[in-house]
Nanobody, 120 residues
Framework: RVQVVESGGDLVQTGGSLILSCTIS????????VGWFRQAPGQGREWVAC???????SYTASVEGRFTISRDNAKNTLYLQMSSLTTEDTATYYC??????????????WGRGTQVIVSS
């Protein structure tokens, strides 16, 4: 059974930094594309960053240059380093895995999310 567990969400001030982690068990982590998505209150879920294996990363425009996605295949863990946070980054962040070449679709396994709140 696949389990996806995010952690690291917190309350942080504007301009601050945060690192999210996601541990995925029950599958061969290195064989999967992994990604971070977020959903702000009252809005739909959007993809934030993805790593389509071999550390080929992509970012949505609003986080480019501020967020960094990385993975440790030995630890079955995905990270999202976030810096220069703004109130627009406030959301529940979800980790996902799937055998896909798309950053927006094709993710089959999802976590329950971790909340990030950026205060002004």
């Amino acid at each position: 059974r696949v389990q996806v567990v995010e952690s690291g969400g917190d309350l942080v001030q504007t301009g601050g930094s945060l690192i999210l982690s996601c541990t995925i068990s029950g599958l061969t982590f290195a064989d999967y594309a992994v990604g971070w998505f977020r959903q702000a209150p009252g809005q739909g879920r959007e993809w934030v960053a993805c790593d389509r294996r071999l550390s080929y990363a992509s970012y949505t425009a609003s986080v480019e240059g501020r967020f960094t996605i990385s993975r440790d295949n030995a630890k079955n863990t995905l990270y999202l380093q976030m810096s220069s946070l703004t109130t627009e980054d406030t959301a529940t962040y979800y980790c996902a895995a799937g055998k896909t070449f798309s950053c927006a679709t094709g993710f089959n396994y999802w976590g329950r999310g971790t909340q990030v709140i950026v205060s002004s």
